[in-house]
């Protein structure tokens, strides 16, 4: 597990169950994740690649060796009144994850000698930097 801290990329949310305001912070979370696995030196491939069953949120190349293509599922949350972001990652959605990763590797040709799917949790600090959980090998 990766904890770190990064700018923080615009934003906010006020309050509401659903809407244009928690897209926007699903959207700032995506933008801030792909940041940080840039930081790491991963190649972002894709950014919301979807199918009839679903989508990935980031598709990455870590070349660390051996070469690793990683799918992200990230979630963003702007407090901590329902939990922390990643636990929102249930065994249903790593389920799908999966499903989703093997459809992708149909469509596509990696050039990666492994595969894994990553989760990261991203949660707005109103007065800082967001702070940024990275899961690896979560499904």
């Not at 809407?19 to 190649?43: K, M, N, S, V, Y």
């Not at 598709?59 to 992200?72: K, R, S, Y």
């Amino acid at each position: 597990m990766t904890v770190s801290k990064g700018a923080p990329q615009g934003g906010r949310r006020t309050e509401g169950r659903s809407g244009p305001h928690d897209r926007a912070l699903g959207r700032w979370g995506e933008q801030t994740a792909a940041a940080h696995l840039e930081r790491l030196g991963w190649q972002v491939l894709e950014r919301n690649w979807r199918c009839d069953i679903g989508e990935l949120d980031l598709v990455a190349l870590d070349a660390d060796h051996p070469p690793t293509l990683v799918f992200v599922e990230v979630k963003a949350r702007a407090g901590l009144g329902y939990g922390h972001p990643l636990e929102a990652i249930t065994a249903a959605k790593q389920q799908k994850l999966r499903d989703l990763a093997w459809r992708w590797l149909r469509e596509h040709e990696p050039h990666a000698a492994r595969v894994r799917i990553d989760g990261i949790g991203v949660l707005w600090r109103p007065a800082g930097e967001p702070e940024i959980v990275h899961v690896r090998s979560l499904a």
